[in-house]
C-alpha cells in the first residue's frame, strides 16, 4: 500500500522500495503514529469530513491496533513503505474505505514530525525519571558513609583530602545539569506541528490548539515551514544525551580505577561484574567499561544528525528519514546506562580504611601545612617552598607524614608553631574547607541537606 500514486506510469523498482523503507526502525513509533491519527480523526469531525459516527470507528479501530500491536509478531512479513503506511493498512483492514478519509488535510512531513515529538517526549520523562533515581542513590550513599574519607586527585596523583560524600555531590551536581538540559529538550520538544500541512500549512480549519491538548503539547508551531523541516528538538535531546553519557563515562572510569586492587577503595557488587574464561581469578568491571564504551556512539549520533541538518534547504527532505537512527539509538544506550549505573552505585561497597590510609600516607595535607605558615605570617611561596623540602626529606628518610612531631616541623621551620602537626591527618585537614562548596564535614553535611532538597522538588515537577 502507497500513500502517494496517480502521477506515476511505472511502478518503483523493487530495490528502490527497499531502500527507501522505514519501516524497520520506525516501527516504533507506533503507538505515537495510531494516537495522533486519533486526535486528527477528532479534528476531522469538527470541520465535517467525518461523522461522529466515522469518527467514533476510526478511533475503536486505532484502539484495536494499539492492542494487537502486543503481539511478538506483529510486524512480522510485512514491506509498507513506513509506520504510517502500515497504520493505514491495518485501519483500512478495519473500517475499510473510510481509512482513505483519515488523511485528509494531514501530510507524512507534519505527521513524522509529530509522531518522533511524542515518541521523544516520552522517553525524555523516563531518562529524567532514570536521572533522579541516581541522584538520590548518590545521596543515600553519602548518608551510609558520613565520615569516609579519601584522596582528591588532580592529574590522578593524589592532591588533597576529600570527603567521600563530597566527592559523590560532584557527581549529583553532575546529573542535577543533564536532568535540566533534558527538560530544556523536553520543552522544545513538547511543541505540536501538526496543522502545518507538508508545508504551506493545512488548507483546512483545524483547531491546532485542540489538537495539542489532545495529545498533551505545551504548544503549537508558530511557522509551518520551521515546523516540518526542524530536528533541533531532536539535536537538543542528543546534546543533552551525550552530555549525560559523558558524566556518566567519567563516573564509570573513576570506580573502575578505585575499584582496581592497585586502589581497593570500592568493591563492585557480583550482579554488575564479570568473570575470565582463561583467568579464574579476575572480577572485571563490564557494566562500568560498557557505560564508558557507550559514551562514542551516542556522541556519534549527535553529530550524524548535524550533518544530515546541516544542508537542507527548506522545507522537507527525505534526508529526514535518517533523524530516527540516530535518536533511537542514543535513547536505548543513554537509558540502559543510567539504569545499569544506578544499579552499580546501589550494590557498591568502599573501603574506608583503604582510603582512608591512602589520604594519610600521601601529603595530601601538604596545602594545609603551608596555608598554616601563610597564617602565620610567611609569604606563601615561601610557605610553599618550606612544604616542598620537608615532603623531599620525608621521602629521603621514609617517613609518613602522620611520622612528624611537633618539635621536628619546627626544626624545619620555627613558624610552623605547636599546632600545625595537627594538620598532618587528612581529617583535620578537611575542617580547614569551610566555605560554601566546601569538603570541611559542617559545610558537607549541609550542601547534602540541600541537595535532597533540590531532588525533591525535581521529582515534584516530574509529577
Not at 533534558?182 to 508545508?199: E, H
Not at 554488575?272 to 562514542?296: C, H, W, Y
Not at 528519514?321 to 561497597?349: M, N, Y
Not at 609518613?400 to 618539635?407: F, R
Request: some cysteine; aromatic content about 8%.
Amino acid at each position: 500500500m502507497k500513500l502517494w500514486g496517480g502521477r506515476f506510469a511505472t511502478g518503483s523498482d523493487q530495490l528502490f522500495e527497499q531502500f527507501s523503507s522505514s519501516l524497520g526502525f520506525d516501527q516504533r513509533l507506533l503507538e505515537a503514529d495510531v494516537v495522533g491519527s486519533k486526535a486528527f480523526a477528532s479534528a476531522l469531525e469538527k470541520v465535517d469530513i467525518l461523522s461522529s459516527d466515522e469518527r467514533d470507528c476510526i478511533r475503536t479501530a486505532c484502539d484495536e491496533i494499539l492492542k494487537e500491536s502486543q503481539a511478538p509478531n506483529y510486524f512480522d512479513n510485512v514491506d509498507d513503505e513506513d509506520i504510517h503506511t502500515f497504520v493505514i493498512r491495518k485501519l483500512a483492514e478495519k473500517v475499510g474505505e473510510l481509512a482513505e478519509k483519515i488523511h485528509t488535510g494531514r501530510s507524512r512531513n507534519e505527521q513524522v514530525a509529530t509522531d518522533l515529538r511524542i515518541w521523544l517526549r516520552e522517553e525524555i520523562r523516563d531518562d529524567r525519571v532514570r536521572l533522579t533515581e541516581i541522584m538520590q542513590s548518590l545521596l543515600s550513599f553519602a548518608r551510609r558513609e558520613p565520615s569516609a574519607v579519601l584522596p582528591g586527585y588532580t592529574h590522578l596523583r593524589r592532591a588533597q583530602p576529600v570527603l567521600w560524600a563530597h566527592y559523590l555531590l560532584a557527581y549529583f551536581e553532575m546529573f542535577e545539569r543533564d536532568w535540566e538540559r533534558l527538560g530544556i529538550a523536553f520543552d522544545r520538544t513538547n511543541v505540536l506541528p501538526l496543522g502545518s500541512g507538508a508545508l504551506a500549512g493545512s488548507g483546512f480549519p483545524f483547531d491546532r490548539q485542540e489538537m495539542a491538548e489532545e495529545l498533551g503539547f505545551a504548544s503549537i508551531s508558530r511557522n509551518s515551514l520551521d515546523a516540518i523541516s526542524d530536528r533541533d528538538f531532536a539535536i537538543d535531546f542528543l546534546h543533552a544525551a551525550s552530555v549525560t553519557m559523558l558524566h556518566l563515562s567519567r563516573l564509570a572510569e573513576d570506580w573502575i580505577i578505585y575499584s582496581s586492587e592497585e586502589f581497593s577503595f570500592i568493591e563492585l557488587d557480583d550482579k554488575i561484574t564479570s568473570g575470565s574464561s582463561l583467568m579464574p581469578q579476575k572480577k572485571n568491571p563490564d557494566a562500568f567499561e560498557l557505560v564508558r564504551g557507550k559514551v562514542g556512539p551516542v556522541v556519534g549520533n549527535l553529530t550524524a544528525l548535524m550533518m544530515t541538518m546541516k544542508g537542507l534547504p527548506l522545507a522537507y527532505n527525505r534526508d529526514l528519514q535518517e533523524d530516527k537512527i540516530p535518536v533511537f539509538d542514543a535513547a536505548d544506550h543513554l537509558a540502559g546506562s543510567l539504569e545499569i549505573t544506578r544499579l552499580s552505585i546501589d550494590t557498591a561497597t568502599i573501603n574506608t580504611a583503604a582510603m582512608e590510609t591512602a589520604a594519610n600516607e600521601s601529603w595530601s595535607c601538604a596545602t594545609e601545612l603551608a596555608e598554616v605558615l601563610a597564617r602565620n605570617g610567611v609569604p606563601f611561596h615561601r610557605a610553599h617552598q618550606i612544604v616542598g623540602t620537608l615532603v623531599l626529606e620525608s621521602l629521603r628518610v621514609k617517613k609518613q607524614p602522620q611520622d612528624w612531631t611537633a618539635e621536628q616541623l619546627q626544626y624545619i621551620a620555627p613558624e610552623f608553631g605547636t599546632d600545625a602537626v595537627e594538620f598532618l591527618s587528612a581529617k583535620k585537614a578537611l575542617e580547614n574547607h569551610k566555605l560554601p562548596g566546601g569538603t570541611a564535614p559542617s559545610v558537607v553535611l549541609k550542601s547534602l541537606e540541600q541537595a535532597e532538597e533540590r531532588l525533591a522538588n525535581m521529582r515534584d515537577e516530574q509529577t
